[in-house]
């Protein structure tokens, strides 16, 4: 099975560069399944329904979220009739919405994806290791599904890393969001379970974190907030992570970065052909 993850979208160029490439992307690399991080596509923070349903209809098979995921407001509504929206799966009992969901992939697999949100320095949550236990003996590799994708959504390298060790060969792949940054040490571990700390982002790396650059540095200069955070608008370089899933197994057997567009240098995984 061949899986797409796509980092942080941020703002309409963003999102536009998911309309404009994924479709295309999917045909061509035979792509069986796509996660998006939606988080920062509604004007940097949180997601609309209609974006929801405009990033599925671009091709994502499950939209993962994160600390944006309810910055607005309408989520709390459209999370429950949203099937493919999920928000972190260790936030508190009676939040609205799925922290995890079994999806279908285009090739017939049975897909889990959960989202989970790291605790170092990020906001108090419910212990993210205790969640993905759950939802590891309520729908384990290789029984009730096919694949397992976790979005660890975190700031720190330590805990991404810690998390991807513990449940390392009972997952297809733990990828981190949040940092908007795609890191170098993408690799499948010991136990067979592929691992990044930061895929990455779908939006503009002239700005800062995708935000417009002028506000950021003002804040770091004076710290005295002189405007809104806006996104930028040039043009967005597509960050994600593939990988080839072994269909025995539910584990990985390669893993590249994929980034097109935009101002980081293009990298497509060799494995597409
Ligand atoms: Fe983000
Ligand atoms: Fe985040």
Same mark, same amino acid.
């Given at each position: 099975?061949?899986?797409?993850?796509?980092?942080?979208?941020?703002?309409?160029? =963003?999102? &536009? /560069? !998911? +309309?404009?490439?994924?479709? *295309?992307?999917?045909?061509?690399?035979?792509?069986? $399944?796509?996660?998006?991080?939606?988080?920062?596509?509604?004007?940097?923070?949180?997601?609309?329904?209609?974006?929801?349903?405009?990033?599925?209809?671009? =091709?994502? &098979? /499950? !939209? +993962?979220?994160?600390?944006? *995921?309810?910055?607005?407001?309408?989520?709390?509504? $459209?999370?429950?009739?949203?099937?493919?929206?999920?928000?972190?799966?260790?936030?508190?009992?009676?939040?609205?919405?799925?922290?995890?969901?079994?999806?279908?992939?285009?090739?017939?697999?049975?897909?889990?994806?959960?989202?989970?949100?790291?605790?170092?320095?990020?906001?108090?949550?419910?212990?993210?290791?205790?969640?993905?236990?759950?939802?590891?003996?309520?729908?384990?590799?290789?029984?009730?599904?096919?694949?397992?994708?976790?979005?660890?959504?975190?700031?720190?390298?330590?805990?991404?890393?810690?998390?991807?060790?513990?449940?390392?060969?009972?997952?297809?792949?733990?990828?981190?969001?949040?940092?908007?940054?795609?890191?170098?040490?993408?690799?499948?571990?010991?136990?067979?379970?592929?691992?990044?700390?930061?895929?990455?982002?779908?939006?503009?790396?002239?700005?800062?974190?995708?935000?417009?650059?002028?506000?950021?540095?003002?804040?770091?200069?004076?710290?005295?907030?002189?405007?809104?955070?806006?996104?930028?608008?040039?043009?967005?370089?597509?960050?994600?992570?593939?990988?080839?899933?072994?269909?025995?197994?539910?584990?990985?057997?390669?893993?590249?970065?994929?980034?097109?567009?935009?101002?980081?240098?293009?990298?497509?995984?060799?494995?597409?052909?």
């Amino acid at each position: 099975m061949r899986l797409l993850m796509l980092g942080d979208v941020v703002g309409r160029s =963003g999102r &536009d /560069a !998911i +309309t404009a490439k994924l479709p *295309a992307l999917i045909d061509s690399a035979r792509i069986d $399944f796509v996660i998006i991080n939606g988080e920062n596509s509604a004007g940097g923070f949180g997601i609309t329904e209609d974006i929801t349903t405009a990033l599925v209809d671009a =091709g994502a &098979d /499950a !939209i +993962t979220t994160g600390n944006h *995921a309810f910055d607005q407001r309408e989520a709390l509504v $459209f999370a429950a009739r949203q099937e493919r929206f999920l928000r972190p799966a260790n936030f508190p009992p009676g939040t609205p919405g799925r922290g995890a969901g079994m999806f279908t992939a285009r090739n017939g697999a049975r897909v889990l994806v959960v989202n989970v949100m790291g605790r170092v320095f990020m906001d108090a949550l419910d212990d993210p290791f205790a969640a993905i236990e759950r939802e590891l003996a309520a729908a384990p590799l290789g029984e009730a599904a096919d694949a397992v994708i976790i979005d660890f959504h975190a700031e720190a390298t330590s805990e991404k890393q810690a998390f991807a060790h513990f449940v390392d060969g009972r997952a297809s792949l733990v990828v981190g969001t949040h940092t908007h940054v795609p890191t170098s040490d993408y690799r499948i571990l010991p136990g067979g379970t592929a691992y990044q700390s930061d895929v990455g982002m779908c939006g503009d790396f002239e700005g800062v974190l995708g935000m417009e650059k002028d506000e950021p540095v003002r804040r770091f200069l004076t710290k005295l907030p002189s405007g809104r955070f806006t996104p930028a608008l040039g043009p967005a370089t597509l960050c994600g992570l593939a990988v080839e899933i072994d269909d025995n197994t539910g584990l990985a057997a390669a893993v590249a970065p994929l980034r097109l567009g935009g101002v980081l240098s293009e990298t497509v995984p060799p494995f597409w052909g």
